[in-house]
């Protein structure tokens, strides 16, 4: 089964350009799914692996239910309906895969549909929480200036984490207050930067990253660490828990919080839902549609606050 998913990957990798992340999650899912098989269902032929033949073989006996059983093993386990879509909808893509390339003759996950998923709200700070936060980093020192500026753009922008990451110098043009980001499947946009933001990535430029960089002339990266070298997804992760502990807040609240923010505070000040699709970076609007439910939340919060027969 290695050979095959090893071949499915780099054919996300090179035909489909899938992010690094993107690929992970296919990895793991698939490969959870094989050792449920070989575990729980004695599929996985022993001492097999040396016979060409033996993919196809085992890849022939799997079944819608098989796959069924696989999706109730995983509720059992309390995973939630949206990891449990995720993790169908990456077998969804591998058997389509092996229909198309590898000459697999029926696909069982044809004969599935996907759990339905709650309308559960995003978690979002309000605008005092967030002044609080944009206030912690210690701007007296290098590395409380590049976590002031992460913070500040992640408010001001919206983007995604694995997008700041990515960023590098030639992206940003504090000029006309716009840097370019490539989203999911490297799509390239454009978002903004508000003045705070700027202020925040100017000194941060001017006093705190010459501090990391020192001698080393060829990083590319926007933001880096200690070592002068990229920042990673993680890295940024544990900045804002830190910070978030600090707040003493007790909601689990994560850069993708800061996202959610980011767009609530532009529905409630009045923007149209598809500009803060275009903003966003999300293909259907469907997706942004969720921060409705969001505002209407807080239209009915306030409704039932100030009127005096709520």
Aim: hydrophobic share 40%; with cysteine.
């Amino acid at each position: 089964m290695s050979s095959y998913l090893d071949q499915f990957m780099d054919y996300l990798r090179v035909e489909k350009g899938v992010s690094s992340h993107t690929l992970s999650a296919y990895f793991r899912d698939i490969t959870q799914f094989i050792t449920y098989l070989r575990q729980e269902k004695g599929l996985m032929p022993v001492g097999g692996r040396s016979y060409t033949g033996w993919q196809d073989k085992f890849l022939s006996k799997i079944t819608h239910l098989h796959l069924r059983a696989y999706l109730a093993y995983l509720k059992e386990r309390e995973y939630t309906p949206a990891s449990i879509n995720r993790k169908l909808a990456s077998l969804r893509s591998f058997f389509r895969y092996l229909c198309r390339k590898k000459g697999l003759k029926v696909n069982p996950v044809l004969a599935l549909s996907s759990p339905k998923l709650g309308k559960s709200l995003p978690v979002f700070l309000d605008k005092i929480e967030v002044n609080e936060l944009l206030s912690l980093p210690d701007i007296k020192k290098p590395a409380g200036l590049r976590d002031w500026a992460i913070l500040e753009l992640f408010y001001a922008s919206g983007m995604r984490v694995s997008e700041l990451v990515g960023l590098n110098l030639l992206d940003i043009d504090l000029g006309s207050d716009e840097i370019r980001v490539f989203g999911k499947g490297k799509k390239e946009r454009i978002v903004l930067t508000g003045s705070k933001a700027k202020q925040a990535m100017k000194r941060y430029l001017q006093e705190g990253r010459p501090q990391f960089i020192g001698q080393i002339v060829d990083e590319k990266a926007l933001f880096v660490n200690r070592f002068g070298g990229r920042l990673t997804v993680r890295s940024v992760q544990r900045m804002v828990k830190k910070y978030i502990r600090i707040m003493g807040e007790r909601r689990k609240v994560s850069p993708h919080t800061l996202r959610h923010t980011f767009a609530t505070h532009l529905l409630e000040g009045g923007a149209d839902l598809r500009s803060v699709q275009e903003l966003l970076g999300h293909a259907s609007l469907s997706t942004t549609q969720i921060y409705t439910h969001v505002t209407e939340e807080r239209l009915k919060l306030v409704y039932d606050q100030a009127h005096p027969r709520a």
